[in-house]
T-cell receptor, first 114, second 115 residues
Framework: DAGITQSPRHKVTETGTPVTLRCHQTENHRYMYWYRQDPGHGLRLIHYSYGVKDTDKGEVSDGYSVSRSKTEDFLLTLESATSSQTSVYFC?????????????FGPGTRLLVL | DAKTTQPTSMDCAEGRAANLPCNHSTISGNEYVYWYRQIHSQGPQYIIHGLKNNETNEMASLIITEDRKSSTLILPHATLRDTAVYYCIVIKDPRGSSNTGKLIFGQGTTLQVKP
C-alpha cells in the first residue's frame, strides 16, 4: 500500500469554514499528489509536490492550497469550504517501478460541506 | 496523452479468466499503457503497466497488440474481490516534471464477478 495514510478519513463541515486534509507517507517519496473524485468526472488532479516546499497546480486548483514542509507530509487546505468541494479526496505518491514513475494511492478522505 | 476506450461494464464468473479490453488507437511510441482498478470506496490500485511487450505480475497479465493500438488485461482466476472499476490509462513516460501527475482516469470498465 506504499505506506500512505490520510486523515481524517471522513469529515463534515460547514460552508465558509477552513479545512485541512493530511497525507502522510513513510517511504521518503519525492512526488506527492492530491486528487478529487466526483461522479461523472473521474479523478482530477488538484495540486502536486515534487519536493519539500516545491508544489504546483493541477487542473482543478482553484479554492485549494497545499503545503509540504517535510517530505512525509502533504497538506491540502480549503481556505473557505464550499458545497462544490464536497468530494472524495485521494492522496498519491509516485514510486519508480521498472524505470517508470508509478502512482500509488491512499485510502481517501470523504468530505461533506453543508 | 492518447485517449482510451473501454466497455462500460462486463460480467465474469468466479474462477474464470476475466479479459478486459482497451482501445488506444492514437497511442504514440513513447506512451505506456497502465491499468488501475478501484474497488468500491477505496483508492485506485495499481495493477500493471507495459510499453510493447506483454507483462505479467502476481495480479494480472497485460497483452498489448503488435501495433499497440489495443490491449487486454487478464485476471486469470477472477474472485468476488476482483469486482471493481478497471481503468486503462495511456501516459507518456512520466519521468520529467512536465508529465508529473498526468494520470487521466476515464469512466473505466465495471467488472462484476459473479458466484
Amino acid at each position: 500500500d506504499a505506506g500512505i495514510t490520510q486523515s481524517p478519513r471522513h469529515k463534515v463541515t460547514e460552508t465558509g469554514t477552513p479545512v485541512t486534509l493530511r497525507c502522510h507517507q513513510t517511504e521518503n517519496h519525492r512526488y506527492m499528489y492530491w486528487y478529487r473524485q466526483d461522479p461523472g468526472h473521474g479523478l482530477r488532479l488538484i495540486h502536486y509536490s515534487y519536493g519539500v516546499k516545491d508544489t504546483d497546480k493541477g487542473e482543478v486548483s482553484d479554492g485549494y492550497s497545499v503545503s509540504r514542509s517535510k517530505t512525509e507530509d502533504f497538506l491540502l487546505t480549503l481556505e473557505s469550504a464550499t458545497s462544490s468541494q464536497t468530494s472524495v479526496y485521494f492522496c498519491a505518491i509516485s514510486d519508480n517501478l521498472r524505470g517508470q514513475e508509478t502512482q500509488y494511492f491512499g485510502p481517501g478522505t470523504r468530505l461533506l460541506v453543508l | 496523452d492518447a485517449k482510451t476506450t473501454q466497455p462500460t461494464s462486463m460480467d465474469c464468473a468466479e474462477g474464470r479468466a476475466a479479459n478486459l479490453p482497451c482501445n488506444h488507437s492514437t497511442i504514440s511510441g513513447n506512451e505506456y499503457v497502465y491499468w488501475y482498478r478501484q474497488i468500491h470506496s477505496q483508492g485506485p490500485q495499481y495493477i500493471i503497466h507495459g510499453l510493447k511487450n506483454n507483462e505479467t505480475n502476481e495480479m494480472a497479465s497485460l497483452i498489448i497488440t503488435e501495433d499497440r493500438k489495443s490491449s487486454t488485461l487478464i485476471l486469470p482466476h477472477a474472485t468476488l474481490r476482483d469486482t471493481a472499476v478497471y481503468y486503462c490509462i495511456v501516459i507518456k513516460d512520466p519521468r520529467g516534471s512536465s508529465n508529473t501527475g498526468k494520470l487521466i482516469f476515464g469512466q473505466g470498465t465495471t467488472l462484476q464477478v459473479k458466484p
